[in-house]
Structures are given as C-alpha cells and as structure tokens.
T-cell receptor
Framework: GAVVSQHPSWVICKSGTSVKIECRSL??????MFWYRQFPKQSLMLMAT?????????EQGVEKDKFLINHASLTLSTLTVTSAHPEDSSFYIC??????????FGAGTRLSVL | QKEVEQNSGPLSVPEGAIASLNCTYS??????FFWYRQYSGKSPELIMF????GDKEDGRFTAQLNKASQYVSLLIRDSQPSDSATYLC???????????FGTGTRLLVSP
C-alpha cells in the first residue's frame, strides 16, 4: 500500500553544517509534498509545499534560502537545512497526498544541532 | 484568530468512558476535516476524516461536523489507556491540499 518513507529518522550535527532529509512516496506518485516542523509540545507547522518540477512554496516566516527544498521526481522530495543552528533543532515531518489514502505522513526526522 | 483551534487539555477520562474532543476553524470555505492521533515522539496517524455535515462512525470513533457553526468534534467511546495521546484536528483550506493543524488536545485515559 501507499506509504511515505522519510530518512533519516534521527540526526545529530554540529552547528554550521547542512543536513539533508529525504521523503519518498512508495507505491504512489506525489506531485506535491509538504514539509512540517514540530517543536516540543507544539503542533505541526507547515513550512513549505514542495512541487515536482517547480519551486517550492514557502509559508510566511520560513527562510527559503535556509530550508532548501528539491522535488526532482514524482516520488522524492528533499529538505536541506543549511548552516544549521541549535534553534533549528526540531522534529521535521514530510507528508504526501495519495488519492485513495489521503494525506500520509513520514515517520519524521528528529534533528539535534549541537 | 487561529485558523484551527483546540483546547490543549489535558482531558482526563477514566477507562471505559467517552472522550469528547472539539475543534473550531475560521475559514468557512474549508471542505475537508481530519483527526490525527500523535503519540509522543511519533508522526501523526490518521484516525478519521469527514467532509459532510453530520456524524461519521468508525468503530469506537465518531466524527461530527457542523459547518454552520464551524466546528468538528471527535468522540471516543469505551476509552482505553492506549488512547492516551495528543489528538490533532486538521483542516484543508479551500483550494489547497495542505493541512492546517490545531495545537492538539492531550488525552489521558486512566485505568
């Protein structure tokens, strides 16, 4: 069945480095994927909408140069956190819409920036 | 006004009781409404979705939608300790596929 696979599930990095998170749709194609961020005890906040073959649409207040999104194929979107800092430490979750199953979520990536 | 509002809780109910979770939304044109359950440190999992006014039942869960009043609720019958989690209400704004989430209601079911 349709599944959204997200990798890695957990990453620790040094301040100033870049981290790439992958989101894949399995058994379905996703022209649109969504990237959310969740801080502890808070809800999911949409960061950006990733569109296959075109530029991502960022939500207000999200720096597009810091959070680079690439959606090069119908089954893969990547989020790169550039020059990560401790305040970027969060739980990042991707989502894709399958026409039969609705909005499916990846397992999430917990980013810790030291 | 937030787009989707929920009481943060915690809502505490004894095992076997009915838990009632509520959510209001601001965009009257919203078409799709979802309830997700999220355990600590995990990704949300879909419980139910509802598009039309009225009730929709699935096992122990019933979603209720009232578009005129702009609220959607989730009833959990025969609550179990394993139901203890944060329940997120999500709405699809008109013309979009994205989900806008409420802050979630934490449910605690005591044995």
């Amino acid at each position: 069945g349709a599944v959204v696979s997200q990798h890695p599930s957990w990453v620790i990095c040094k301040s100033g480095t870049s981290v790439k998170i992958e989101c894949r749709s399995l058994d379905f194609q996703a022209t649109t994927m969504f990237w959310y961020r969740q801080f502890p005890k808070q809800s999911l906040m949409l960061m950006a909408t990733s569109n296959e073959g075109s530029k991502a649409t960022y939500e207000q207040g999200v720096e597009k140069d810091k959070f680079l999104i690439n959606h090069a194929s119908l089954t893969l979107s990547t989020l790169t956190v550039t020059s990560a800092h401790p305040e970027d430490s969060s739980f990042y979750i991707c989502s894709a819409r399958d026409q039969d199953s609705g909005n499916l979520f990846g397992a999430g990536t917990r980013l810790s920036v030291l | 006004q937030k787009e989707v509002e929920q009481n943060s809780g915690p809502l505490s109910v004894p095992e076997g009781a009915i838990a009632s979770l509520n959510c209001t939304y601001s965009d009257r044109g919203s078409q799709s409404f979802f309830w997700y359950r999220q355990y600590s440190g995990k990704s949300p999992e879909l419980i139910m979705f509802i598009y039309s006014n009225g009730d929709k039942e699935d096992g122990r869960f019933t979603a209720q939608l009232n578009k005129a009043s702009q609220y959607v609720s989730l009833l959990i019958r025969d609550s179990q300790p394993s139901d203890s989690a944060t329940y997120l209400c999500a709405v699809t704004p008109p013309g979009f596929q994205k989900l806008v989430f409420g802050t979630g209601t934490r449910l605690l079911v005591s044995p």
